[in-house]
């Protein structure tokens, strides 16, 4: 009785070994996608320099980081007139010199390389500042690491129509996975104290700072995408993966973004 325990696991064996002798090596033709280019940058209300990253789309089966887009014409300007032509400070590295963010003015990014131009426009959106964090000690929640979480306090804007991304950071190490993309609207806590959990558990004597970013809907919608893809990946009924489209004109790839940014930090003790 005890050997016949094993009498199904035996034929399973013999039974993969062979189907092996029978298998046949087919090559499936994938359809290789044209390189299309990449475009990364955004403004805010701190102080400058800002950034804008131009690469371009690999092979399927390449290896290594996205090659840089050397040598373009970038530019961001704003609707008071304020044109910047940024400097490539590393391959496919573009940094401003001259402009400045505030709420509520209006941006445009220029990118030309080659023949081809790319464009975008984002309006920096008000918002409010983090009243306080809080954090409580769980240890008997379903689902949930026994540690201390933290809890970002705000009081919303009055007025429909506002857009956040949160940010968490560990002892400064940023939470940045597409799965720790955190964003919300104001449709159920318009003009009202709003209270905002993270799902991160972390231990006395961290550091916990939140960054609270204004986006617009637009933004809002590619960050929806991004997780739409990366929670469908390995999904054998998901969607088939395809590339994220943000707001680049010209089949660009990547987001333009002009956020207001708040942040606050706490001490777990």
């Known amino acids: 009785m005890k050997n016949s325990a094993f009498l199904p696991a035996f034929i399973m064996v013999l039974s993969i070994a062979f189907g092996i002798s029978c298998m046949e090596i087919v090559e499936i033709p994938i359809n290789e996608e044209p390189q299309k280019i990449m475009i990364e940058g955004r403004i805010h209300d701190g102080p400058g320099p800002y950034q804008v ?5 690999t092979e399927i089966y390449a290896t290594g980081d996205f090659p840089a887009v050397e040598n373009a014409m970038v530019t961001i300007s704003d609707d008071l007139g304020t044109v910047d032509t940024l400097l490539e400070v590393a391959p ?11 709420i509520g003015r209006s941006y445009s990014l220029d990118v030309k390389t080659g023949d081809k131009q790319y464009s975008a426009s984002a309006e920096m959106k008000r918002v409010n500042p983090i009243d306080t964090l809080l954090y409580v000690y769980l240890d008997t929640i379903p ?30 190490s940023l939470y940045d996975d597409p799965n720790d993309i955190w964003y919300t609207d104001d449709r159920l806590a318009d003009g009202n104290l709003a209270f905002f959990q ?13 960054d609270v970013w204004s986006i617009e809907k637009p933004e809002y919608d590619y960050y929806y995408s991004l997780q739409s893809q990366a929670n469908s990946a390995g999904n054998p009924f998901g ?9 680049i004109s010209n089949g660009a790839l990547g987001f333009f973004g002009a956020n207001a940014i708040r942040s606050s930090s706490v001490i777990i003790q």
């Not at 990253?53 to 789309?57: D, E, K, Q």
């Not at 979480?149 to 949160?166: M, P, T, W």
């Not at 993270?198 to 939140?210: A, E």
Request: net charge negative; no cysteine; proline share 4%.
């Open 53 to 57: 990253n131009v690469r371009t789309t």
């Open 143 to 172: 689902f949930l690491d026994t540690g201390y979480y933290v809890i970002a306090v705000a009081q919303e804007a009055a007025g429909l129509g506002d857009y956040y991304r949160f940010l968490f950071y560990q002892n400064d």
């Open 239 to 247: 969607s088939p993966p395809d590339n994220v489209k943000g707001n």
């Open 198 to 210: 993270f799902p991160y558990d972390v231990q006395l004597g961290d550091t916990v700072r939140i």
């Open 92 to 102: 496919g590295v573009y940094e401003t010199s001259l402009i400045q963010g505030a």
